[in-house]
T-cell receptor, first 113, second 114 residues
Framework: DAKTTQPPSMDCAEGRAANLPCNHS???????VYWYRQIHSQGPQYIIH???NNETNEMASLIITEDRKSSTLILPHATLRDTAVYYC??????????????FGKGTKLSVKP | GAVVSQHPSRVICKSGTSVKIECRSL??????MFWYRQFPKQSLMLMAT?????????EQGVEKDKFLINHASLTLSTLTVTSAHPEDSSFYIC??????????FGEGSWLTVV
């Protein structure tokens, strides 16, 4: 699985967009970009994933650069409940038996009033 | 609602005793589940892969005789910490996959060994 690099921490004002970057310069053609987050003392939560195209769901948007070497997770209107550690994970798509995820240190996002 | 559930959410046990943590997939069958451990202010570390009907696969450095994993049905995996010691105190999390891109995690179980 390709290595990812994320800033250790970021702050964001409540109601503003939170843009969380992730570098994955060694990503392979068949590897996806996944984002998870972990709110304190809870299990991680799936947010979004993508291969090449930008993706959007009810939680966030994922912007992947054309060369796929980096991506940005966007929370359009951050709330205090979005305060969490955000993990960017790059790997091939998985079936149930391949669902072991390797977590880096992630980015601790603090949303402030 | 949660699709992977863990029980108990918190447990305190005495040093030298064993404690069991359950992980259930609620709305789907999971032939494979995964167990992670997380120490305070650290990231999740994969401990083992739980395989329904066969032996678990442990990551390097994880003692299989200390962390017993049983996956007796398609919706239940259990992790038993045997002869627990204070250094085993941690946050234990399980996960299971559904489909090609979605992994669900349990709520986690806090273990404190006193």
């Amino acid at each position: 699985d390709a290595k990812t690099t994320q800033p250790p921490s970021m702050d964001c004002a409540e109601g503003r967009a939170a843009n969380l970057p992730c570098n994955h310069s060694t990503i392979s053609g068949n590897e996806y970009v996944y984002w998870y987050r972990q709110i304190h003392s809870q299990g991680p939560q799936y947010i979004i994933h993508g291969l090449k195209n930008n993706e959007t769901n009810e939680m966030a948007s994922l912007i992947i650069t054309e060369d796929r070497k980096s991506s940005t997770l966007i929370l359009p209107h951050a709330t205090l409940r979005d305060t969490a550690v955000y993990y960017c994970i790059v790997r091939v798509g998985y079936g149930g038996s391949q669902g072991n995820l390797i977590f880096g240190k992630g980015t601790k996002l603090s949303v402030k009033p | 609602g949660a699709v992977v559930s863990q029980h108990p959410s918190r447990v305190i046990c005495k040093s030298g005793t064993s404690v069991k943590i359950e992980c259930r997939s609620l709305d789907f069958q999971a032939t494979t589940m995964f167990w992670y451990r997380q120490f305070p202010k650290q990231s999740l570390m994969l401990m083992a892969t739980s395989n329904e009907g066969s032996k678990a696969t442990y990551e390097q450095g994880v003692e299989k005789d200390k962390f017993l994993i049983n996956h007796a049905s398609l919706t239940l995996s259990t992790l038993t910490v045997t002869s627990a010691h204070p250094e085993d105190s941690s946050f234990y999390i399980c996960s299971a996959g559904q489909g090609p891109h979605t992994i669900y995690f349990g709520e986690g179980s806090w273990l404190t060994v006193v």
